[in-house]
């Protein structure tokens, strides 16, 4: 299990094989520094030609051409399947089926060709002969190369090249791949189905693995992976040894893209489509879910995990079965979080950095523990959020002092009506808000407000005054000396289960008195609708006896 297990995970512990977390996709941008700029360019083409002479479109479209001629003509020496792919072609699946069988094949066993837009350099030169260097805008589509190779510590790696100067290019790595590899050489026992372990005899070790991706030092690790590769197997087709040399072209590189993600494995799949389907039952309307999505594959999973074959557990690799796939996804700009199966008994809760400019901890690859940290923090509070929507705590006695005023500061406020309809959408905004995990200001718990009261007449000054109130009541916290708010815990669970109590029991039990069971015939749908009739019985005989039916 993991050293320090969240709540969440806490409370499905007794349903729970072990749980893991793992970096996912890495998607690192490599770029030639001098050449990000009109000025370094020009110094690039010097070092490269000798001079000015040859600085115009003409020369700079012939090294793209003298890339296409070079990579063709290796391929077909090596016999290296190089397929182009036409716009809106899965490229991962197409390369799928070529992963070489052999474990201790190394190198590159593809290259896939498709169009994309790609910062490309335009020459202009005025009639006095000055030249000028600029982007062309928009961004051309032009071919860019694909090089899928194995690597022994990473396995398969994709490098995505451009052919035009600078030969700007990307990285994308898999974390899942690589944890996999160094369990091997560990001789830890696995079942891996896809890109994710299904059953780890030893979750613990699997974790210390998975950990060094968060250590300083791992930076090392993945520059040195970039360097082995990218000069010796991509550049060298643009820019041979000799010209490398003479230009003294280096890449630099970047995080553009990483994804995290923290899985637990069930002891059984049938617990795994319970737990799930209710966390989206309660949660989807609360929280103002607006992406789930369904892919339709089989009815049911099987009860019970598969039997083993007789292969080592170290080489088990599972076939993935087509199984109802659902999708909680909640985004945040370019942030999003995903809880999602995988498999037959693994809930995957995954944090995903588009951009990692959203993160604001910087770009460069030195910051990627920290970029890992902060989507681990993420994952975290949707965790503890889920958590407190899920199992929510009603503190009557909290409740009875909502009326009365309170002290924020120096500064006395009203209490808090609960019966009043703007405060119960606040309250339901505040959940809706709670998983940003950079809290919200006022300005878009009034835009959230609005959407749930469809009406635009409660604006930020509303919902400031408002938030004042709940922090009175400790509901609502403000992040430091921000403008940023955030949802208490335990707050987060005392509102949602008010709401939930007024909402799903109150007010159906409530509004039933007026309808004269003789009249109305009942079928529920669902378990629960048996619970609701019985219930509506009972109350209608004690409103009978208080005298309040109508």
Not at 230 to 246: G, M, V
Not at 365 to 381: D, G, H, N, S, Y
Not at 414 to 442: E, K
């Amino acid at each position: 299990m993991m050293k320090r297990p969240d709540p969440f995970c806490t409370q499905y512990s007794e349903y729970l094989d072990g749980t893991y977390d793992c970096v996912d996709r890495i998607v690192l941008n490599a770029y030639y520094i001098l050449g990000q700029s009109p000025g370094g360019f020009r110094t690039f083409w010097r070092k490269l030609t000798g001079g000015d002479e040859t600085l115009d479109n003409a020369h700079l479209m012939k090294l793209a051409g003298r890339f296409s001629r070079r990579i063709h003509a290796w391929a077909k020496e090596h016999n290296i399947p190089l397929i182009h792919c036409e716009r809106g072609e899965r490229k991962h699946q197409v390369a799928e089926p070529l992963i070489p069988k052999d474990p201790t094949f190394k190198g590159i066993f593809c290259v896939l060709v498709g169009r994309a837009p790609s910062p490309v350099y335009e020459i202009q030169t005025s009639k006095a002969g000055a030249l000028n260097i600029r982007r062309k805008q928009p961004n051309p589509w032009v071919n860019q190369y694909s090089f899928h190779i194995m690597d022994p510590e990473w396995g398969h790696i994709i490098i995505k090249l451009c052919p035009h100067p600078p030969f700007n290019a990307q990285i994308i790595l898999n974390g899942h791949e690589y944890v996999a590899r160094q369990a091997e050489k560990k001789q830890i026992p696995f079942d891996k189905e896809g890109n994710c372990f299904t059953h780890v005899p030893e979750p613990t070790a699997l974790s210390d693995i998975a950990d060094t991706m968060k250590a300083p030092g791992f930076v090392g690790r993945i520059q040195a992976l970039c360097d082995r590769w990218i000069y010796s197997a991509c550049l060298c087709f643009a820019l041979n040894t000799d010209d490398q040399e003479k230009t003294n072209f280096s890449y630099s590189y970047s995080v553009y893209q990483v994804e995290y993600s923290r899985n637990l494995l069930f002891t059984r799949g049938t617990i795994l489509d319970r737990v799930f389907e209710s966390l989206i039952d309660r949660n989807r309307s609360a929280l103002s879910i607006k992406t789930v999505k369904t892919i339709f594959g089989y009815k049911h999973r099987p009860h019970h995990r598969k039997k083993k074959s007789n292969r080592q557990p170290i080489e088990v690799v599972v076939e993935t079965p087509a199984y109802n796939l659902t999708v909680f996804k909640v985004h945040f700009g370019k942030l999003t979080v995903k809880l999602y199966s995988k498999g037959e008994r693994v809930l995957r809760v995954e944090a995903v950095a588009h951009n990692v400019t959203e993160l604001r901890c910087g770009r460069v690859v030195a910051k990627f523990p920290t970029m890992v940290q902060t989507l681990t923090e993420i994952v975290e509070r949707f965790l503890g959020v889920l958590r407190s929507v899920d199992v929510s705590l009603l503190d009557l006695e909290r409740i009875d002092a909502w009326p009365r005023p309170s002290q924020v500061g120096a500064v006395k406020v009203g209490g808090v009506d609960a019966n009043s309809v703007r405060i119960r959408s606040v309250m339901q905004a505040v959940i809706a808000l709670a998983l940003n995990p950079r809290g919200f200001t006022s300005g878009e718990l009034s835009e959230t407000v609005q959407l749930i009261m469809a009406t635009s007449t409660y604006h930020a000054r509303q919902a400031a005054y408002d938030l004042k109130k709940l922090r009175g009541k400790e509901l609502v916290e403000r992040i430091g000396n921000s403008h940023y708010y955030q949802a208490t815990p335990e707050g987060l669970r005392v509102m949602m289960a008010f709401l939930t109590l007024r909402n799903k029991v109150i007010v159906p039990l409530l509004a039933s008195t007026y309808n004269k069971p003789d009249k109305i015939k009942f079928t529920p749908l669902h378990d629960i609708g048996v619970h609701y009739q019985n219930i509506q019985k009972e109350m209608a005989d004690i409103f009978n006896i208080l005298k309040l039916a109508a």
